[in-house]
């Protein structure tokens, strides 16, 4: 069986079952003047990784292999946006509200696209959430049985939220979870290391980590 060199471990690749799972790379959380930016943060840590996250998008087209997008955003009309949610954050400028790139967080705006350089192509999925997780209240579980996927490998923002949040739900469901290092980030990089540390601890407790270059040597074998 194929391996890919990882963290507790090698993980056990099985290419034919294997996709890539991009976390909201969007606008708002990642540009100057988006929701990101709003509450304080230096989202120059956010777009430092695009080049990692693009090349391992490529790589898994490359290789014929699926490429997931998701996107947390709300309806216009902000009905799956609970008021615990909309209370939290920057008191001045919530979800919803209007801010320099559109309404903030909603489907359809601009701040809610996701970055140029990492836009999906025609016909791949993307997932509009309104969690943090990409399972809750999406059918990103029925595309993956669809696509008789078991494995996946997770890219995006930010690391200790919605990619792990993520992550731990997939793990739940059954499916085994490999995180790419260089191509996750926070805004806090005290919370990257501490997320990273819990998702392989124990023996992959939640899932494995590892390199880009790596999954990439990997995949080109597909």
């Known amino acids: 069986m194929a391996e890919i060199k990882a963290e507790p471990f090698a993980f056990p690749v099985k290419h034919d079952q294997l996709a890539l799972i991009v ?11 988006g929701f990101g930016a709003s509450l304080g943060n230096d989202v120059s840590r956010i777009t430092r990784i695009v080049p990692d996250v693009k090349r391992l998008i490529q790589g898994f087209r490359n290789a014929g292999l699926p490429v997931i997008h998701t996107m947390e955003c709300h309806r216009p009309d902000l009905s799956d946006l609970a008021p615990a949610k909309r209370d939290r954050g920057n008191p001045t400028l919530r979800i919803g509200d209007e801010g320099p790139m559109g309404r903030i967080l909603v489907s359809g705006e601009p701040g809610t696209a996701i970055l140029p350089e990492l836009a999906p192509l025609k016909g791949e999925v993307v997932i509009e959430k309104p969690g943090k997780g990409a399972f809750y209240a999406t059918e990103l579980d029925d595309v ?28 739940d469901r059954g499916y085994e979870c490999l995180l790419a290092e260089e191509a996750t980030e926070s805004y806090f990089p005290e919370f990257k290391a501490a997320a990273i540390a819990m998702i392989r601890a124990q023996g992959a407790i939640v899932g494995w980590t590892a390199h880009v270059d790596d999954i990439l040597e990997s995949i080109a074998y597909a």
Not at 23 to 32: S, T
Not at 149 to 155: G, S, T
């Open 144 to 171: 993956l049985q669809r696509k008789s996927i078991k494995q996946l490998v997770f890219a995006g923002v930010t690391t200790e939220v919605c990619v792990q949040t993520t992550m731990r739900e997939a793990n």
């Open 23 to 33: 976390i909201d790379m969007q606008r708002d959380f990642a540009e100057p003047g």
